[in-house]
């Protein structure tokens, strides 16, 4: 999945610069509800991006593997619900995708935003922790593909960076949906001022990676090989 998955992933990028330049450049012309706008959009990529993950034949034990590992990832994000946003739910959305692949990695980061909110709120912006958590997902399976042992420092960089990058994603929601006028003064303000937030953020997957990484990575690698065969004939990836 992992090249085929990133045409409606490119495809969202342009359509979010696009919309972000004529946001900036064109307000006084180009009146419109820019966060219903983008909601409508991300919901259609959202769906493409699900369609590509679930049209191919899933083994019986991927999708429990899935499912427990979105349990699990929700489980850790409503146990540090109180700790400002440090949580393991990105790291093990990463991890699985770095594990199991590509496909695997979107729907347990997708299906973690859905859970885990109706614990600890559900909102407009469910629909964008979902995108931003399923990218998450797909990007540790771009990384962990065609490994076979844990390459900490990279996996570090990209944890850090994925807690950025989540916080870069619901600012945009914030901004789009809750910001007025819409323009780059109000658009750095409010990235500057989650920056902390998402420093803490980047941060905790750093922790969560250094103190779990190397052991859940053996258990999800060892539950891998035992039962899920095609990894016996050398693919990495069982959604592959």
Known sequence: MARTSLIPLILL?????????????????????????????????????MWESGRRPVNTMVISVTATLAALA?????????????QPA??????????FGSRTGFVVGTMTGLISNFFVGHGPWTLWQMMAWGICGLLGGVLGKGKSQLTLMPFLVMSAGAGYFYGLFMNTWHWLNLVYPLN?????????????????????????????????????????????????????????
């Not at 972000?20 to 259609?44: A, E, K, M, Y």
């Not at 929700?74 to 440090?86: D, E, Q």
């Not at 050398?234 to 959604?239: I, L, Q, S, V, Y």
């Open 13 to 49: 990028g342009v359509v979010a610069a696009a919309s972000l330049g004529v946001t900036l450049g064109f307000w006084p012309v180009v009146s419109l509800n820019w966060g219903l706008v983008s909601t409508l959009v991300l919901l259609v990529f959202l769906g493409l991006l």
């Open 74 to 86: 929700s489980l850790g994000r409503i146990v540090f619900a109180a700790v400002a946003s440090v």
């Open 90 to 99: 990105t790291f093990l959305v990463l991890l699985s995708g770095y594990v």
């Open 184 to 240: 780059w003064q109000t658009l750095v303000a409010v990235w500057a001022s989650s920056f902390v937030f998402d420093t803490l953020h980047a941060f905790g997957n750093v922790i969560f990676a250094i103190v779990f990484g190397r052991t859940f990575f053996d258990h999800l690698v060892r539950y891998r090989n035992r039962f899920l065969p095609v990894n016996v004939i050398g693919r990495t990836h069982p959604d592959e």
